[in-house]
């Protein structure tokens, strides 16, 4: 096979350096022409949302240009690459940058494969033989492929080319393309001008043809599939969108329910009570932004203003007052004109801003007022920012219907506000909503990547958008999108549901499974045609290397033989060695030439010697066919080795016994490691027994002593007769004890349950002062017998804690309990919780106590270790400090011990604070969704 230097001598013949250079600027120039032809024509088959070509020849060629010709014509690929990227169809996806950040991973990606191929298949492919084959793709199309579409598709993200979500498919159909062109269009290049062309020429009609014809298939069937794949999406957004038109329309019609329900309402009764009116429309508002608020503007004449704002006032509204919204643009109203005065509001919390508002100056609202009024019939206003809404940009629409005078039918009130029928006029219901709010709520949850927008398309409207987005406004033509024309209270408005990133992706991509499997049948046939057209090339040079690997199989089987960690020993018929490898030398320490003097009978113990000889000839009479036992040599030194031996019969050519065969392996380290498994097991035994026992003796214990208990308070609060009091000390030392008793009991099934990983602990948000306070409350008795004052102190503001309420009293309890058990009488304990520099919750117990030496403090944690003190006067078991600590360190904290002699001792641990989170007695509050957007 000809190196890498003997081909580039070949493709470069003996020139001038000026003719050389003129040579390989010919060269790039026809690679980057033909790169950019082919390059448009797979442009050209793009289906949009697709980024990528379904095949993509160019890559092919580039990569059997740079096997050919080297590294020399890169530019030539960047050239033709950057060609292809500036097409007028592709210059609005990305920037002159991103083309060359494009064009430059088109070169390295070419570089890659063949640096690859050549490291795994050799200097010159020949793409004869299956795993060469798959090998070269492998490197080519698997590995070196991914260069191109992860450069380029990161590209096309940040120029946002890309939808955000689609990246990964696209980048699949981008390294496809380019995978598929590699395999298909690689060798049929190489047919037409790689090296050897001994080798490549007459594969030009046998490799070029099939390969031409299924690239060219495979482009018209990609591009097909690709075609049907946009009809298949286009079709399902129309479907989703019109349901989504249907649900949004339907949704629209709810504030109009409402305001019937409120104008029946106000129709039978006029002059209801603030109460009454809330109590009537609580359920029909109660968490939905479908109707943003209900009311009743009343009509009052000019003389009678004040006696209407007092009623009000007395109605349970006390600050209530008639007023003009004063916002620019709002109509001057004739003072001794009847104004329409805001007299009830539901809900009163979002709408409180309302109430006494003259709705008569608000000009978006006149003209719907007066048709209102003068026909009788629901009447919305166009959008304007609400009277409620003080700094909110929000648009709102509110629908208008008269109330008459004694039931007065419409066509008494017909005409202009200023006719005689103006004063039959009681007031006007009146339906508020947000349609941007309502609309956001009645988008279907499943729906996330299409989003929507209401427009008013009445004549003369000064405010169109109504909800969504202004692009929606000029929405772009290439933009999906769904309209529906909606008659909405004596206004025309439009609904428009669009894709603002394009079709959605479908389950089930067809084009990217029908690249999938192009991909497969490209390889399978490219793998078919480049194997049955190399075959014959192959054969003489299969018997060479078929030879040569024979004579590296036998030197590895030497090597291994020679260096393995096991003895090997072949000996006659009589056990006399015959070949030894060195590990079996270096084992018994004699030489191999020591070795074939002896026989093994020899080196072996001499208890184990007649169980050799009779396994020895059981296998020469052909009565075993190996056998394997554990025997003891002992070697040169007079060392005792344990090892297990297999030992197996070889035979000649006739069948008769030749000589022994047997493998030795030490097997003293892995005795030793199962003893000490045997005696670890044992430790691990013991240690479950002894907390079984400490469980079961805690159980059995505990239930008499709770009768001894039990009974001993009886006896004391008999008073049929009454105990003497020589008496009752007896029994408050039997109940002392036994209270003793008991907690020695609990320390030691706590201490149990720990070492057995039996105690679970569930933090959760916890406020600290509930269980400060608990835990003292506990000791209180302590503190009074022992005359111990305990200080609390909590830093203000403290936020929950990340804990377990019970472990953490537990804790608590024992720390304060040691501090006072453990102090002088008529000392002092303070209890302090306070945040650290970290943001953490810092819990300290500090006394007054005579202190812990160094010795102390090292023996501090040690189970059942009073520190000296077991012949004292305080009761205690050794356990309370332990359990304590281990407590802590479950609630994720350490804690920390400072004391010296005469001076007290502090504990102190930290826990971390509860995450915020934002809670009220009526939920969280709803922010206003960003205009146009939609959430699932």
């Not at 007395?314 to 007052?321: E, F, I, K, Q, R």
């Not at 105690?759 to 306070?773: C, E, K, T």
């Amino acid at each position: 096979m000809r190196d890498a230097s003997v081909q580039a001598a070949s493709i470069t013949p003996s020139a001038s350096p000026m003719r050389r250079w003129l040579m390989s600027l010919g060269l790039n120039a026809v690679i980057a022409a033909v790169y950019a032809a082919l390059g448009i024509g797979a442009m050209m088959s793009i289906v949009p949302p697709d980024a990528a070509a379904p095949v993509y020849p160019a890559a092919g060629l580039a990569a059997a240009a740079v096997l050919r010709w080297g590294a020399r014509v890169l530019p030539g690929i960047v050239i033709g690459s950057l060609a292809v990227n500036l097409l007028p169809e592709m210059r609005s996806t990305s920037t002159l940058p991103g083309f060359v950040l494009i064009a430059l991973a088109a070169g390295l990606q070419a570089w890659v494969g063949v640096w690859l191929a050549r490291r795994w298949v050799g200097p010159v492919p020949r793409l004869t033989e299956p795993r060469e084959v798959l090998r070269f793709y492998g490197a080519v199309a698997g590995l070196a492929c991914l260069v191109g579409p992860t450069v380029g598709v990161t590209v096309l993200s940040v120029s946002g080319s890309v939808p955000a979500g689609a990246e990964m498919s696209h980048w699949l159909s981008w390294w496809l393309g380019d995978a598929i062109a590699v395999m298909l269009v690689t060798p049929l290049a190489l047919s037409l001008f790689g090296l050897p062309r001994s080798h490549w020429a007459p594969r030009r009609l046998s490799v070029a043809l099939p390969m031409m014809l299924a690239c060219g298939l495979l482009i018209a069937a990609s591009y097909y599939v690709a075609l049907n794949e946009e009809a298949r999406r286009r079709h399902a957004f129309d479907l989703e969108a019109e349901a989504d038109l249907d649900v949004l329309s339907n949704a629209l019609q709810r504030p109009l329910t409402a305001l019937e329900a409120n104008h029946s309402l106000l129709t039978v009764a006029p002059m209801i009570s603030r109460a009454a009116f809330e109590r009537a429309h609580a359920e029909r508002l109660l968490g939905s932004e479908s109707v943003y608020a209900l009311g009743w503007s009343v009509r009052v004449p000019a003389a009678k203003r004040d006696a209407f704002e007092r009623a009000a006032r007395l109605d349970g509204y006390p600050s209530y007052h008639l007023h003009e919204r004063q916002r620019p643009g709002d109509l001057q109203v004739d003072p001794k004109d009847d104004v329409l005065a805001i007299r009830l509001i539901v809900p009163f919390n979002r709408n409180q801003n309302a109430l006494g508002v003259n709705v008569r100056a608000i000009p978006q609202g006149r003209a719907a007022q007066d048709l209102a009024i003068a026909t009788g019939l629901p009447y919305a206003a166009e959008g304007f920012p609400l009277s409620q809404d003080v700094g909110a940009r929000a648009v709102g629409v509110v629908i208008y219907r008269a109330v008459y005078e004694d039931g007065a039918p419409p066509e008494a009130a017909r005409g202009t506000p200023s006719d005689d029928a103006k004063p039959r006029l009681r007031g006007l219901a009146f339906a508020t909503l947000r349609p941007e709010a309502l609309l956001y709520e009645s988008m279907p949850p499943q729906s996330t990547h299409l989003d929507f927008c209401l427009l008013d398309r009445t004549p003369q409207t000064r405010q169109v958008l109504l909800a969504g987005d202004d692009r929606c406004l000029t929405l772009p033509t290439d933009v999906p999108a769904r309209q529906q024309a909606v008659s909405f209270a004596g206004r025309q408005w439009q609904l428009v549901v669009y894709a603002p990133k394009g079709l959605p992706m479908q389950t089930g991509h067809a084009a990217l499974a029908f690249a999938l499997a192009g991909l497969v049948c490209t390889s399978l046939l490219g793998v078919l045609l480049l194997v049955v057209t190399g075959r014959a090339a192959r054969v003489a040079e299969l018997v060479e290397e078929r030879t040569q690997r024979l004579r590296e199989s036998e030197e590895r089987f030497r090597n291994i033989v020679e260096h393995a960690p096991i003895g090997v020993v072949f000996t006659d018929l009589n056990a006399k060695p015959q070949t030894v490898n060195p590990y079996f030398s270096q084992l018994v320490g004699y030489s191999e030439e020591e070795l074939r003097h002896r026989s093994i009978l020899k080196l072996t113990h001499p208890d184990d010697r007649a169980e050799d000889s009779r396994l020895g000839s059981a296998l020469i009479r052909g009565e075993l066919e190996r056998y394997s036992r554990i025997k003891r040599y002992i070697s040169k030194q007079g060392r005792l080795i344990t090892v297990r031996v297999w030992v197996s019969m070889l035979r000649d050519a006739e069948g008769d016994p030749f000589r022994l065969v047997g493998v030795v392996e030490d097997i003293g380290e892995q005795l030793r490691l199962e003893e000490l498994e045997r005696l670890h097991e044992t430790a691990e035994a013991a240690h479950r027994a002894k907390n079984e026992f400490l469980s079961r003796m805690s159980h059995e214990l505990r239930t008499p002593l709770n009768a001894m208990l039990g009974f001993s308070q009886l006896l004391e609060a008999d008073r049929e007769p009454a105990i003497s009091a020589r008496q009752r000390g007896w029994v408050q030392h039997i109940q002392q004890s036994g209270w003793h008793l008991l907690e020695m009991i609990n320390d030691a099934l706590d201490m149990s349950r720990l070492e057995a990983d039996d105690i679970r602990v569930d933090l959760s948000p916890q406020a600290l002062a509930p269980i400060l306070s608990d835990s003292l409350a506990m000791v209180e008795t302590q503190r009074q017998r022992r005359k111990v004052e305990v200080h609390l102190e909590m830093e203000e503001g403290l936020p929950d804690v990340m804990t377990d309420a019970t472990r953490l009293r537990q804790i608590v309890t024992n720390l304060v309990s040691n501090a006072i058990k453990y102090n002088r009488e008529g000392g002092q304990v303070w209890l302090r919780a306070q945040r650290t520099p970290l943001g953490n919750v810092a819990l300290s117990v500090t006394d007054t106590g005579p202190g812990l030496t160094e010795a102390q403090r090292a023996q501090l944690f040690q189970p059942f270790n009073r520190l000296g003190r077991e012949s004292g006067g305080i009761e205690g078991t050794g356990l309370g400090l332990v359990i304590t600590k281990r407590l802590v360190e479950r609630l994720e904290g350490q804690l920390e011990v400072v004391s010296a002699p005469g001076q007290g001792s502090s504990f102190r641990f930290e826990l971390r604070p509860a995450p915020d989170v934002v809670t009220s007695a009526k939920g969280p509050a709803r922010s206003e969704p960003a205009p146009g957007a939609h959430q699932a």
